[in-house]
C-alpha cells in the first residue's frame, strides 16, 4: 500500500473564511454527499421474501434528520438516475429537515441498483448495477455555498474522485466528516463487489477532517503497514483529526489526534498549522444492550450519521458515540431506509 502524494490544487474564490457562528433562531445547512441506492435484501433465510427500497445515503439521511440541532437543515448533494427521479424526489420529500434544492441533479442514466445477499449476519455478497457520474469540481462548487458543515459517505466509491476531494478540502470552510466505506471496494465485470486496498490512502484521510470506516476496511490498511492502530495513531494530527472504526456488535473504537475537539466548528482551525506536542487518544465504547438479530444493512451509515449530527449538537466525544451505537443497534429491527426516521425516534414498533 502507498501514500501518493497529490499536490494540494490553487486556492478558490470560495476562499478560507470561517464558517459563520450559531445564531438564536438561524438556519445552518448541512451538506450530504453520497448516493441514493435501490436497494435489493436478500435474507439468509430463503423463507423470507426480499425487500426492495431506497437504501444507500438514505439511512444517513434519515438518521440525520432526527440526530441533528433543531437549527440545522439538510441539503443533499445527489445525481439521481432519470429512470427513478420521480420516485426519488417523493422519498426525499418524506424526510423531515430534507431540502432537496438545488443539490439534487437528474441524470440521463439509469440510478444505481444494489442487490444484497446475506450468507451471515453480518457478511453478504453485495452486487452494483447502473451508477450515476461523480461529482467534477466544477458542479460541486457552487452547491458549497451558504453551507456550514458537509457529511460524506462513500455509498457506491464512486461519489467523487481524490481530485475533487482535494479542491473540497482546500476550498470549503467547514467542517467535513466523512464515511470512506465502499473506497474501499473494487468491482468486477459483473458488477460484484470485493474488498481492496485503498491506494493513495493518506492523501485520501488529509482531504477531510474525521473519517470512520469498518473494522474489516480498518483491517486492509494493516496489509502493508503492519498495525492499523500504530498506523492511525501517527495519522492522526491537525490535518485528520479523528478516526471512527465501527465493530459490529462490539460498538465501536477511535483515535484521535492530542488537541481533538468534539465540536466540529473548531476542526477548520487547526487546518495546514503544526501540529501539537502529545501522543493521540484511543478508546472504545462499547453497545450497552445485548445485541439482536435483524437486517444489519445501513448500520455503519446509521453510527456515523447520529455520531456527526450529536457533535453538532454539542454531545460530547464519548456521549455520540453511545448515541451511534444506539441508533445503529435499533436500526437492525427495521428492514430498508424508508421511515427509519421514526423508528429511531420510538415511534414505530420495533
Not at 438518521?63 to 440545522?72: C, E, K, R
Not at 429537515?97 to 439534487?104: A, I, K, M, N, S
Not at 446509521?302 to 451511534?324: C, I, K, P, S, Y
Given at each position: 500500500?502507498?501514500?501518493?502524494?497529490?499536490?494540494?490544487?490553487?486556492?478558490?474564490?470560495?476562499?478560507?473564511?470561517?464558517?459563520?457562528?450559531?445564531?438564536?433562531?438561524?438556519?445552518?445547512?448541512?451538506?450530504?454527499?453520497?448516493?441514493?441506492?435501490?436497494?435489493?435484501?436478500?435474507?439468509?433465510?430463503?423463507?423470507?421474501?426480499?425487500?426492495?427500497?431506497?437504501?444507500?445515503?438514505?439511512?444517513?439521511?434519515?438518521?440525520?434528520?432526527?440526530?441533528?440541532?433543531?437549527?440545522?437543515?439538510?441539503?443533499?448533494?445527489?445525481?439521481?438516475?432519470?429512470?427513478?427521479?420521480?420516485?426519488?424526489?417523493?422519498?426525499?420529500?418524506?424526510?423531515?429537515?430534507?431540502?432537496?434544492?438545488?443539490?439534487?441533479?437528474?441524470?440521463?442514466?439509469?440510478?444505481?441498483?444494489?442487490?444484497?445477499?446475506?450468507?451471515?449476519?453480518?457478511?453478504?455478497?453485495?452486487?452494483?448495477?447502473?451508477?450515476?457520474?461523480?461529482?467534477?469540481?466544477?458542479?460541486?462548487?457552487?452547491?458549497?455555498?451558504?453551507?456550514?458543515?458537509?457529511?460524506?459517505?462513500?455509498?457506491?466509491?464512486?461519489?467523487?474522485?481524490?481530485?475533487t476531494a482535494r479542491h473540497l478540502r482546500e476550498s470549503f470552510a467547514g467542517p467535513i466528516y466523512a464515511d470512506l466505506h465502499s473506497l474501499f471496494l473494487g468491482i468486477s465485470s459483473r458488477g460484484v463487489r470485493f474488498p481492496r486496498e485503498l491506494a493513495g490512502w493518506g492523501a485520501w484521510f488529509?482531504?477531510?477532517?474525521?473519517?470512520?470506516?469498518?473494522?474489516?476496511?480498518?483491517?486492509?490498511?494493516?496489509?502493508?503497514?503492519?498495525?492499523?492502530?500504530?498506523?492511525?495513531?501517527?495519522?492522526?494530527?491537525?490535518?485528520?483529526?479523528?478516526?471512527?472504526?465501527?465493530?459490529?456488535?462490539?460498538?465501536?473504537?477511535?483515535?484521535?489526534?492530542?488537541?481533538?475537539?468534539?465540536?466540529?466548528?473548531?476542526?477548520?482551525?487547526?487546518?495546514?498549522?503544526?501540529?501539537?506536542?502529545?501522543?493521540?487518544?484511543?478508546?472504545?465504547?462499547?453497545?450497552?444492550?445485548?445485541?439482536?438479530?435483524?437486517?444489519?444493512?445501513?448500520?455503519?451509515?446509521?453510527?456515523?450519521?447520529?455520531?456527526?449530527?450529536?457533535?453538532?449538537?454539542?454531545?460530547?466525544?464519548?456521549?455520540?458515540?453511545?448515541?451511534?451505537?444506539?441508533?445503529?443497534?435499533?436500526?437492525?429491527?427495521?428492514?430498508?431506509?424508508?421511515?427509519?426516521?421514526?423508528?429511531?425516534?420510538?415511534?414505530?414498533?420495533?
Amino acid at each position: 500500500m502507498t501514500d501518493e502524494t497529490i499536490p494540494l490544487p490553487p486556492a478558490s474564490p470560495l476562499g478560507r473564511s470561517a464558517p459563520p457562528p450559531v445564531t438564536p433562531g438561524g438556519s445552518l445547512r448541512l451538506g450530504v454527499v453520497g448516493t441514493l441506492v435501490w436497494d435489493r435484501i436478500v435474507d439468509r433465510d430463503a423463507r423470507r421474501v426480499p425487500v426492495e427500497e431506497w437504501g444507500g445515503i438514505s439511512y444517513a439521511l434519515e438518521a440525520l434528520s432526527v440526530s441533528i440541532p433543531a437549527q440545522w437543515v439538510l441539503q443533499p448533494l445527489l445525481k439521481v438516475g432519470e429512470d427513478m427521479s420521480g420516485r426519488a424526489v417523493e422519498y426525499l420529500q418524506t424526510i423531515p429537515r430534507v431540502e432537496t434544492e438545488p443539490g439534487l441533479r437528474i441524470v440521463p442514466l439509469p440510478n444505481p441498483r444494489v442487490e444484497l445477499r446475506y450468507r451471515e449476519q453480518s457478511r453478504r455478497v453485495e452486487r452494483l448495477e447502473g451508477g450515476v457520474p461523480p461529482w467534477t469540481w466544477e458542479e460541486l462548487r457552487p452547491l458549497l455555498e451558504g453551507l456550514d458543515a458537509l457529511y460524506l459517505n462513500f455509498i457506491t466509491g464512486f461519489e467523487m474522485g481524490l481530485e475533487t476531494a482535494r479542491h473540497l478540502r482546500e476550498s470549503f470552510a467547514g467542517p467535513i466528516y466523512a464515511d470512506l466505506h465502499s473506497l474501499f471496494l473494487g468491482i468486477s465485470s459483473r458488477g460484484v463487489r470485493f474488498p481492496r486496498e485503498l491506494a493513495g490512502w493518506g492523501a485520501w484521510f488529509r482531504a477531510f477532517d474525521a473519517i470512520q470506516m469498518n473494522e474489516e476496511e480498518f483491517a486492509l490498511l494493516g496489509h502493508s503497514w503492519g498495525d492499523p492502530w500504530q498506523l492511525a495513531a501517527e495519522t492522526v494530527g491537525p490535518e485528520l483529526k479523528f478516526i471512527a472504526v465501527t465493530l459490529g456488535q462490539r460498538g465501536a473504537a477511535y483515535v484521535a489526534a492530542p488537541d481533538f475537539s468534539p465540536d466540529p466548528r473548531a476542526w477548520p482551525a487547526t487546518r495546514r498549522t503544526l501540529g501539537v506536542a502529545g501522543a493521540s487518544r484511543s478508546g472504545r465504547v462499547p453497545v450497552a444492550d445485548d445485541p439482536s438479530a435483524g437486517d444489519p444493512t445501513g448500520c455503519g451509515d446509521v453510527w456515523g450519521a447520529t455520531f456527526f449530527g450529536r457533535l453538532l449538537a454539542g454531545d460530547g466525544l464519548e456521549a455520540a458515540m453511545a448515541r451511534a451505537n444506539r441508533s445503529a443497534a435499533r436500526n437492525v429491527a427495521h428492514r430498508g431506509a424508508r421511515g427509519l426516521h421514526r423508528h429511531l425516534l420510538g415511534t414505530l414498533g420495533s
